[in-house]
């Protein structure tokens, strides 16, 4: 057999090709090629999609496996789950987080380079609607000042306190009454008006701990008002035992618009961690948003709510 020539870019016919070796005497690039035969290789099989389950409810957690397909090992998988969701891994876990019929494909390169594909489908249905639990009794609740409770928040600073408020057409206001119903104060807010209270959040400051109450005077069922307005005011001592009290507290206001114009709301929520300010309109017809005013909130400031959903 003859030596490959230094440099040459194909050896010549006689060249020893088993066992090659060669020391270039200076750095160039040289470029080879070759081809992999697969004479006689096994090329029978199939591809097994394992998917379990194969249906249910929101949110459906399903395995999956390729590691049923009897192909010539190694494989490569691809997996396209339907939902916009893909891996190449050979098993995983993948949670569903909509309803519907996904169809799923597998697709397998074998080590022959041979491509494999098989199908199926996982159906995942609705979730179920949360079911009313038993009512538990605590007591009744004593002032006939609190005749129309439209906001309700449990104190995150005074135990066994919750903090309440009456729908449109009382002064600006809120009460601390316990768990069985006991008026434990009334609190007036100073220099304010209330036009349609609807709901209330209480919180802490996410960097001092400091309790707060955060008051929604959200509503506007004839969807006119350019601006609505969350009253925070700091949350005051209480506790279980004392006897009814009234005290001024001294709230900041932060006025709220809405991106696409006036909307009626009744749910005010706050992030406990963030302190960002949610509320959640409401439309007997139309289309409902949640929105969103992110912290830090100044008093007196006027900002357009983000639509997060």
């Known amino acids: 057999?003859?030596?490959?020539?230094?440099?040459?870019?194909?050896?010549?016919?006689?060249?020893?090709?088993a066992g090659m070796s060669h020391n270039f005497a200076k750095a160039r690039l040289i470029l080879?090629?070759?081809?992999?035969a697969t004479a006689c290789a096994d090329t029978t099989g199939s591809v097994g999609i394992r998917a379990d389950p194969g249906e249910g409810a929101l949110p459906l957690e399903v395995a999956f496996s390729a590691k049923a397909s009897t192909v010539p090992q190694p494989f490569q998988a691809r997996w396209d789950l339907g939902d916009g969701t893909t891996s190449n891994d050979a098993e995983f876990l993948h949670t569903y987080l909509a309803s519907g019929v996904f169809q799923v494909s597998l697709e397998i390169t074998?080590?022959?380079w041979d491509v494999w594909t098989a199908q199926d489908t996982v159906t995942v249905q609705p979730g179920s609607c949360p079911t009313q639990g038993d009512?538990?009794?605590?007591?009744?609740?004593?002032?006939?000042?609190?005749?129309?409770?439209?906001?309700?928040?449990?104190?995150?600073?005074?135990p066994g306190v919750l903090w309440v408020h009456n729908d449109s057409?009382?002064?600006a206001r809120v009460f601390a009454i316990s768990y069985d119903g006991?008026?434990?104060?009334t609190y007036y807010l100073a220099d304010t008006?209330?036009?349609?209270?609807?709901?209330?959040?209480?919180?802490?400051?996410?960097?001092?701990?400091?309790?707060?109450l955060y008051l929604g005077d959200i509503g506007d069922n004839y969807q006119v008002r350019e601006a609505v307005a969350v009253l925070i005011v700091p949350e005051p001592q209480v506790s279980v035992e004392q006897d009814p009290v009234e005290e001024d507290l001294?709230?900041?206001?932060?006025?709220?618009?809405?991106?696409?114009?006036a909307l009626d709301a009744e749910t005010l929520m706050v992030d406990p961690q963030t302190a960002d300010i949610y509320i959640v309109s409401k439309d007997y017809q139309g289309q409902t948003f949640v929105l969103r005013k992110a912290a830090p909130h100044v008093d007196g400031e006027t900002a357009e709510m983000e639509v997060v959903a």
Do not use: H
């Open 182 to 185: 006991a008026l434990l104060g």
């Open 169 to 171: 057409g009382d002064s």
């Open 110 to 112: 074998d080590a022959a």
């Open 32 to 36: 080879f090629s070759a081809a992999l």
């Open 1 to 17: 057999m003859k030596p490959w020539p230094r440099g040459s870019p194909t050896p010549p016919s006689g060249t020893a090709r």
């Open 250 to 261: 001294q709230a900041s206001t932060v006025f709220l618009s809405y991106p696409g114009g």
């Open 193 to 212: 008006a209330a036009f349609d209270w609807e709901d209330m959040a209480a919180g802490q400051d996410p960097e001092s701990g400091e309790g707060l």
């Open 135 to 158: 009512s538990v009794e605590f007591g009744t609740v004593e002032s006939t000042d609190i005749d129309e409770i439209s906001g309700l928040a449990a104190s995150r600073i005074n």
